[in-house]
């Protein structure tokens, strides 16, 4: 079923491989961006791009809105400024998406909104995390619990919101692309102690899980957006060596990284076991379920 889909965030290492996968399932498609020519230069005409919401009449009937935008969690090192920017350029976002739903006059059939792992805080324990998992209430997990109570007011407006707490996404660019330069010159190893879990998930998973939402009646509330086969940082750092047939015996020291990053080392010192529950009850089938195939598939085309 075709849809007129609002996209934020299309211009982001997962919207750049979502909108074309949409556009293959014949969605219209409306992108808001802050840059219409980079939006035009990575898809053309085969969209329509806003740049103010405003843009959009109350008469237009929009059936879908996927929020994926955010200043990158991981791109620079945490002070209190870059945090607040964090959380606000995520709840405004979402606050003025959820503002427009309420001037439309027919309302979306489905919000799928963006949150991450990171709500059940940054963790040093093994526990399984399903989607009612408990919580350390830190700073990662209040920046995620704020954004979907941000999302969930849609629900007023008769919307179907869909909740997805996403992990590490592997695929061509993205965190990836920051780890291989130094694993392809055999300067990679493990974090720290490296007993840190890593939940990750392939982004033709992830593509096809937010395609599925889109249109599928069953989708609503939270889900992890991770593979079932989470792994340490010991295990992804010995996989990832492997799969470039690179040495991994560098072991990064947590203090360098909380010189270069501060409080946002805690993404990389500690982490998350988390299991996809729900996206498993309603019998998705993973395309790389385990970490090794995800890495084969991603790097095949260069190695």
């Known amino acids: 079923m075709d849809m007129k889909v609002l996209i934020s965030g299309a211009t982001g290492f997962i919207g750049r491989h979502l909108v074309p996968r949409l556009l293959e399932h014949s969605h219209e498609l409306v992108v808001w961006s802050r840059s219409e020519s980079k ?160 939940s990750w998930i392939h982004i033709d998973d992830q593509v096809e899980i937010i395609n599925m939402m889109l249109s599928q009646l069953q989708f609503a509330g939270a889900y992890n957006l991770t593979a079932p086969g989470a792994v340490t940082n010991e295990e992804f750092t010995r996989e990832l060596a492997s799969a470039i047939n690179r040495p991994a015996w560098f072991r990064v020291p947590a203090a360098m990284l909380e010189l270069l990053l501060g409080d946002g080392s805690e993404l990389l010192i500690r982490g998350q076991r988390v299991y996809p529950e729900r996206l498993l009850e309603a019998n998705y089938k993973f395309a790389f379920p385990d970490l090794a195939s995800a890495l084969h598939q991603v790097l095949e085309p260069s190695d």
């Open 39 to 198: 939006a035009r230069g990575l898809f053309g005409d085969s969209i329509k791009v806003i740049t103010d919401l405003s843009q959009i009449d109350s008469g237009d009937h929009i059936e879908g809105i996927i929020n994926l935008a955010g200043e990158g969690i991981a791109d620079k090192r945490w002070s209190d400024e870059r945090k607040q920017l964090l959380l606000e350029s995520r709840i405004e976002t979402t606050a003025a998406l959820v503002d427009l739903v309420k001037r439309l006059e027919c309302n979306p059939d489905v919000l799928i909104s963006g949150s991450a792992i990171g709500y059940y805080g940054c963790r040093s324990d093994d526990l399984e995390l399903n989607e009612r998992g408990e919580v350390v209430d830190d700073y990662t997990h209040q920046l995620c619990k704020q954004w979907e109570t941000t999302a969930l007011k849609a629900q007023a407006f008769g919307v179907r919101v869909c909740l997805i707490r996403t992990g590490i996404v592997l695929g061509e660019g993205g965190a990836l692309s920051k780890m291989l330069p130094a694993f392809r010159l055999g300067l990679g190893g493990p974090i720290a102690r490296g007993t840190q879990w890593m």
